[in-house]
């Protein structure tokens, strides 16, 4: 048989294979710290639970309509609006199989072959991905972040669209207010559409969280869509739910292949994600917020004292993005893999991301495990690098 050429062209997912072997060596008894997770490490907030479990009872199981329940489309289009400032309604919301759903059916909706994309680096690990199963070309800024001269550039060299993603997996990287506003008028001025992946929204520990292109040029909502979900701020990923909003068109192009393609995502994860969406587990989700930020300041503390790593303290996300500074070219990959076979420590190789030389360490664990996997981690290092 020959198979596609272009999904045989595709890496897979570096997180998600190293994430299972460490779960393998963990389960064949192996003591393995992990501090590569992309989840939270709590429980889904227990309002979440119930109004599941009611869905179930109640036997809300069927097929729902392909877009999503409208009570949920409804509920995500007022919240957004609310907090933009701007106004959607039930129309311009798909609700989706998780955010990454949601991403890989806009991606899919706006470009042609050999469309050209523009990613910030350190861009997360999907992208490129997902931009090249749908026959479009992913371009990456030269440094860290991205510049209104890197847009300009990418425009005239035919870029369509430009992804970004604050706070960002895997820095924790918060752009100033003063640099959002740059980057949205260089976008508004280079006609690319815009998908601003917000995941990590509610996960910003600076006062007033994190700036939005729309909040500067709320012009751009035509061609900008905003995906987010529940899955990070409510410790809901095995849910599978997120959503996006957008124009009317996109969201029934977007829609359309969804129908096409896993129907609709599962009725009772939606009726959960209500719960979520409509305020029921506040209490919760602050709590979650509170421990995020202390081990943020634990693990920042720990890592501060090793001198081989040099990093910025994120403002959002859990996660810590650590330049290895080992006197010389590295390999981030085989570091991770000899890190996890020699001292049992899991962390994702920064080649993942589009940044060699790097580690992403999680602090979606808990204190023990960060302290654990901080002294394995300088372990390992001294071991290696010291003369
Ligand atoms: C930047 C980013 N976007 C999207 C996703 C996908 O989220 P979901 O689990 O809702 O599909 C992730 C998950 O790791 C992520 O880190």
Redesign the pocket.
């Known amino acids: 048989m020959r198979y596609s050429s272009t999904i045989q062209s595709l890496s897979p997912s570096v997180t998600l294979q190293l994430s299972a072997r460490a779960k393998e060596m963990m389960q064949s008894g192996r003591d393995v710290v992990s501090l590569s997770a992309?989840q939270p490490d709590f429980p889904t907030p227990a309002p979440i639970v119930q109004a599941a479990i009611e869905a179930i009872r109640e036997g809300r199981t069927g097929y729902t309509a392909s877009s999503g329940i409208p009570e949920l489309r409804k509920a995500v289009a007022a919240v957004y609006s609310a907090r933009r400032g701007l106004e959607w309604t039930t129309g311009n919301v798909v609700v989706s199989c998780?955010?990454?759903?949601s991403?890989s059916i806009l991606i899919a909706s706006a470009i042609n072959p050999g469309d050209r994309v523009l990613l910030p680096r350190p861009y997360?690990v999907s992208y490129p991905e997902m931009v090249k199963a749908y026959g479009g070309v992913p371009v990456f800024t030269a440094e860290e972040g991205i510049t209104p001269r890197e847009i300009e550039a990418a425009a005239a060299q035919g870029a369509v669209g430009v992804m970004l993603?604050y706070p960002s997996?895997p820095s924790g990287c918060v752009p100033t207010a003063g640099e959002m506003r740059e980057i949205a008028d260089a976008v508004a001025d280079s006609g690319m559409w815009v998908i601003s992946?917000d995941?990590y929204e509610d996960l910003c520990y600076i006062e007033g969280g994190t700036p939005h292109i729309l909040d500067f040029r709320p012009d751009l909502k035509e061609r900008t869509a905003v995906v987010s979900?529940v899955?990070k701020t409510y410790s809901m990923?095995g849910w599978r739910i997120?959503y996006c909003l957008c124009s009317g068109e996109w969201a029934r192009l977007a829609g359309m292949l969804q129908a096409h393609s896993t129907s609709n995502p599962c009725s009772i994860s939606q009726w959960a994600a209500l719960a979520a969406v409509e305020g029921k587990a506040e209490e919760e989700r602050r709590d979650m917020h509170r421990a995020f930020l202390e081990r943020r300041d634990l693990i920042c503390s720990l890592l501060s004292a090793e001198e081989y790593l040099q990093f910025d303290r994120p403002d959002g996300a859990f996660y810590v993005f650590a330049k290895l500074t080992v006197g010389g070219p590295l390999d981030s990959t085989a570091f991770c893999s000899e890190l996890l076979d020699e001292e049992g420590l899991a962390i994702i190789p920064g080649s993942a991301f589009g940044a060699e030389g790097y580690i992403r360490i999680s602090f979606a664990a808990s204190d023990d495990d960060i302290r654990e996997g901080v002294k394995r981690l300088g372990r390992f290092l001294h071991g290696r690098y010291d003369t």
Not at 98 to 101: Q, S
Request: charged share 15%; glycine share 26%.
């Open positions: 992309g998780g955010a990454k759903h991403l997360w993603n997996n992946d995941i979900g899955s990923t997120g």
